[in-house]
Protein backbone atom coordinates (compact mmCIF):
# COMPACT_ATOMS: atom_id res chain seq x y z
CA UNK A 1 0.00 0.00 0.00
CA UNK A 2 1.62 3.11 -0.89
CA UNK A 3 -0.83 5.76 0.59
CA UNK A 4 -1.09 3.93 4.15
CA UNK A 5 -2.19 6.37 6.62
CA UNK A 6 -0.22 7.66 9.73
CA UNK A 7 -2.65 5.39 11.84
CA UNK A 8 -1.47 1.92 9.61
CA UNK A 9 2.44 2.57 9.71
CA UNK A 10 2.36 2.73 14.06
CA UNK A 11 5.12 0.23 14.87
CA UNK A 12 5.68 -2.99 16.72
CA UNK A 13 6.67 -1.30 19.98
CA UNK A 14 3.17 0.52 19.78
CA UNK A 15 1.17 -2.55 19.83
CA UNK A 16 -1.38 -2.43 22.47
CA UNK A 17 -0.54 -4.49 25.79
CA UNK A 18 -3.41 -6.96 26.07
CA UNK A 19 -3.49 -6.89 29.98
CA UNK A 20 -4.29 -2.82 29.51
CA UNK A 21 -6.94 -3.50 27.20
CA UNK A 22 -8.73 -5.74 29.41
CA UNK A 23 -8.47 -3.43 32.36
CA UNK A 24 -10.36 -0.72 30.12
CA UNK A 25 -12.95 -3.42 28.61
CA UNK A 26 -14.01 -5.18 32.09
CA UNK A 27 -14.53 -1.41 33.34
CA UNK A 28 -16.83 -0.20 30.65
CA UNK A 29 -18.42 -4.00 31.03
CA UNK A 30 -18.91 -2.93 34.88
CA UNK A 31 -21.14 0.09 33.58
CA UNK A 32 -22.91 -1.81 31.12
CA UNK A 33 -24.13 -4.38 34.09
CA UNK A 34 -24.89 -1.54 36.35
CA UNK A 35 -27.59 -0.32 34.15
CA UNK A 36 -29.80 -3.60 34.51
CA UNK A 37 -30.84 -5.74 37.51
CA UNK A 38 -27.51 -8.46 37.67
CA UNK A 39 -30.07 -11.71 37.58
CA UNK A 40 -31.16 -10.26 34.16
CA UNK A 41 -27.65 -10.10 32.76
CA UNK A 42 -25.40 -12.69 30.92
CA UNK A 43 -22.19 -12.57 28.76
CA UNK A 44 -21.69 -14.19 25.75
CA UNK A 45 -18.19 -14.96 24.65
CA UNK A 46 -17.46 -15.66 20.53
CA UNK A 47 -15.41 -18.34 20.04
CA UNK A 48 -12.07 -18.03 21.04
CA UNK A 49 -10.79 -15.03 22.75
CA UNK A 50 -14.33 -13.71 23.26
CA UNK A 51 -15.01 -16.88 25.01
CA UNK A 52 -11.86 -16.26 27.33
CA UNK A 53 -12.42 -12.86 28.08
CA UNK A 54 -16.00 -13.61 28.87
CA UNK A 55 -15.09 -16.16 31.26
CA UNK A 56 -12.64 -14.29 33.52
CA UNK A 57 -14.64 -11.11 32.75
CA UNK A 58 -17.53 -13.29 35.06
CA UNK A 59 -14.83 -14.25 37.55
CA UNK A 60 -13.34 -10.47 37.88
CA UNK A 61 -16.82 -9.24 38.15
CA UNK A 62 -18.06 -12.01 40.23
CA UNK A 63 -21.18 -12.01 38.02
CA UNK A 64 -23.55 -15.27 39.53
CA UNK A 65 -25.60 -15.69 35.95
CA UNK A 66 -24.13 -18.14 33.74
CA UNK A 67 -22.32 -17.17 30.65
CA UNK A 68 -22.88 -18.43 26.61
CA UNK A 69 -20.15 -19.31 24.40
CA UNK A 70 -20.82 -19.07 20.53
CA UNK A 71 -19.37 -20.70 18.07
CA UNK A 72 -20.28 -18.49 14.82
CA UNK A 73 -18.72 -21.02 12.15
CA UNK A 74 -22.30 -22.25 10.39
CA UNK A 75 -24.16 -18.53 10.93
CA UNK A 76 -21.04 -16.73 9.08
CA UNK A 77 -22.05 -15.37 5.27
CA UNK A 78 -18.70 -15.66 3.97
CA UNK A 79 -17.55 -19.47 5.23
CA UNK A 80 -18.11 -20.44 1.51
CA UNK A 81 -15.55 -17.76 0.97
CA UNK A 82 -12.84 -18.11 4.32
CA UNK A 83 -13.99 -21.88 4.74
CA UNK A 84 -15.57 -23.45 8.40
CA UNK A 85 -13.63 -21.80 10.85
CA UNK A 86 -11.29 -25.22 12.62
CA UNK A 87 -12.78 -23.88 16.32
CA UNK A 88 -14.46 -27.17 16.87
CA UNK A 89 -16.03 -25.64 20.54
CA UNK A 90 -20.01 -26.14 20.13
CA UNK A 91 -22.17 -23.19 21.16
CA UNK A 92 -23.81 -23.33 24.67
CA UNK A 93 -26.29 -21.02 26.07
CA UNK A 94 -27.49 -22.93 29.23
CA UNK A 95 -30.22 -19.79 30.05
CA UNK A 96 -33.38 -18.75 28.24
CA UNK A 97 -32.21 -15.54 26.66
CA UNK A 98 -35.59 -14.45 26.27
CA UNK A 99 -36.02 -11.18 27.93
CA UNK A 100 -32.19 -10.98 28.87
CA UNK A 101 -29.90 -8.30 28.49
CA UNK A 102 -26.75 -9.62 26.89
CA UNK A 103 -23.48 -8.35 26.49
CA UNK A 104 -21.85 -9.78 23.28
CA UNK A 105 -18.13 -10.26 23.75
CA UNK A 106 -15.33 -10.27 21.13
CA UNK A 107 -11.62 -10.21 21.21
CA UNK A 108 -11.19 -8.08 17.79
CA UNK A 109 -13.87 -6.14 16.16
CA UNK A 110 -13.37 -6.23 12.15
CA UNK A 111 -15.51 -6.47 9.53
CA UNK A 112 -18.61 -7.12 11.99
CA UNK A 113 -18.96 -10.50 10.56
CA UNK A 114 -18.68 -12.75 13.59
CA UNK A 115 -21.08 -10.22 15.61
CA UNK A 116 -23.94 -10.57 12.66
CA UNK A 117 -23.25 -14.12 13.05
CA UNK A 118 -23.81 -14.17 16.70
CA UNK A 119 -26.71 -12.01 16.84
CA UNK A 120 -28.52 -13.94 14.38
CA UNK A 121 -27.26 -17.46 16.02
CA UNK A 122 -28.94 -15.65 19.60
CA UNK A 123 -32.12 -14.59 17.96
CA UNK A 124 -32.94 -18.44 16.54
CA UNK A 125 -33.03 -19.06 20.11
CA UNK A 126 -35.21 -16.77 21.51
CA UNK A 127 -35.54 -12.53 21.59
CA UNK A 128 -33.16 -10.69 24.28
CA UNK A 129 -34.61 -7.39 25.71
CA UNK A 130 -31.09 -5.79 24.51
CA UNK A 131 -27.67 -6.90 23.21
CA UNK A 132 -24.40 -4.77 23.84
CA UNK A 133 -21.23 -5.28 22.21
CA UNK A 134 -17.64 -5.55 24.09
CA UNK A 135 -14.53 -5.79 22.32
CA UNK A 136 -11.02 -5.57 23.33
CA UNK A 137 -9.98 -4.21 20.41
CA UNK A 138 -11.23 -2.50 17.13
CA UNK A 139 -8.97 -2.68 14.30
CA UNK A 140 -11.30 -0.93 12.04
CA UNK A 141 -12.25 -2.70 8.59
CA UNK A 142 -15.93 -2.79 8.69
CA UNK A 143 -17.74 -4.25 6.43
CA UNK A 144 -21.10 -4.18 7.98
CA UNK A 145 -23.07 -1.06 10.27
CA UNK A 146 -21.78 -2.73 13.44
CA UNK A 147 -20.20 -0.49 16.61
CA UNK A 148 -19.13 -1.60 19.99
CA UNK A 149 -20.71 0.13 22.87
CA UNK A 150 -17.46 -0.32 24.82
CA UNK A 151 -13.57 -1.00 22.97
CA UNK A 152 -10.28 -1.42 25.02
CA UNK A 153 -8.77 0.53 21.98
CA UNK A 154 -9.21 1.11 18.63
CA UNK A 155 -5.70 0.44 16.69
CA UNK A 156 -6.49 0.17 13.01
CA UNK A 157 -4.42 -2.08 10.74
CA UNK A 158 -3.83 -2.95 6.92
CA UNK A 159 -5.67 -5.98 5.92
CA UNK A 160 -2.35 -7.85 5.48
CA UNK A 161 -2.00 -8.11 9.71
CA UNK A 162 -4.07 -9.77 12.13
CA UNK A 163 -3.84 -9.24 15.65
CA UNK A 164 -3.93 -12.60 17.73
CA UNK A 165 -5.12 -12.97 21.19
CA UNK A 166 -3.66 -15.55 23.66
CA UNK A 167 -3.40 -16.39 27.15
CA UNK A 168 -1.46 -18.21 29.47
CA UNK A 169 -2.42 -20.82 32.17
CA UNK A 170 -3.07 -18.00 34.68
CA UNK A 171 -5.90 -16.30 32.10
CA UNK A 172 -3.43 -13.69 31.42
CA UNK A 173 -3.73 -11.99 27.99
CA UNK A 174 -1.15 -11.19 25.61
CA UNK A 175 -1.56 -9.65 21.93
CA UNK A 176 0.40 -10.47 19.22
CA UNK A 177 0.91 -9.20 15.26
CA UNK A 178 0.55 -11.44 12.48
CA UNK A 179 0.94 -11.19 8.92
CA UNK A 180 -1.62 -12.67 6.84
CA UNK A 181 -0.95 -14.58 4.08
CA UNK A 182 -3.14 -14.21 0.89
CA UNK A 183 -4.64 -10.57 2.15
Not at 112 to 123: D, I, K, P, T, Y
Not at 128 to 149: H, T, Y
Request: charge should be negative; charged fraction near 25%; aromatic fraction near 6%.
Amino acid sequence: MQNESPKLQRSLEELPKAEELYKRLKAGVANLIAKHSAEEVHLVGIYSGGAWLAERLKEDLALTTSNALINTSLYRDDFRKIGLHGQKQPTSVPFDVSDKHLILVDDILYTGRSVRAAMNELFDIGRPASIALAVLLDRGGRELPIQADVVGEVFELPNTQRFVLSQNEESIFDMSLKEVEDA
